[in-house]
């Protein structure tokens, strides 16, 4: 199991750039895909982006397609998620996740695809 700790979230005016960073424990954070998922109040939590164990290969749901990046960095442990071009929209509590198996392939946009969850972090985009 890994543990996972997102930062960085606030309020930004729409337009503007924040950077999402989640923090993972142990020795095994390279040995499993990532994930960002969001969640608007009274709304499902819905998929965002994901990366590849190694970095490699990254989705993103259409809504954040062009705005968004997802990378990590498995020497620091660490998944990040740049947001540009900022929307209301894009108001939700933010989580990043780690996939439930090592060997998983493809997009992987349930939320029962992954095992491991962060507390999540705030972002908020005004008018």
């Known amino acids: 199991q890994v543990q996972l700790v997102e930062s960085g979230g606030g309020l930004v005016q729409a337009g503007g750039s924040l950077r999402l960073s989640c923090a993972a424990s142990g020795r095994t954070f390279s040995s499993y895909a990532m994930g960002w998922f969001r969640q608007a109040p009274g709304a499902e939590r819905e998929f965002v982006a994901r990366v590849s164990r190694s970095g490699g290969i990254t989705y993103y749901a259409d809504s954040v397609k062009g705005r968004f990046t997802i990378a990590r960095d498995n020497a620091k442990n660490t998944v990040y998620l740049q947001m540009n071009s900022l929307k209301p929209e894009d108001t939700a509590v933010y989580y990043c996740?780690?996939?439930?198996?090592?060997?998983?392939?493809?997009?992987?946009?349930?939320?029962?695809?992954?095992?491991?969850w962060g507390q999540g972090t705030q972002v908020t985009v005004s008018s």
């Open positions: 996740a780690a996939d439930s198996v090592t060997y998983a392939l493809g997009a992987r946009t349930s939320l029962a695809e992954y095992g491991s």
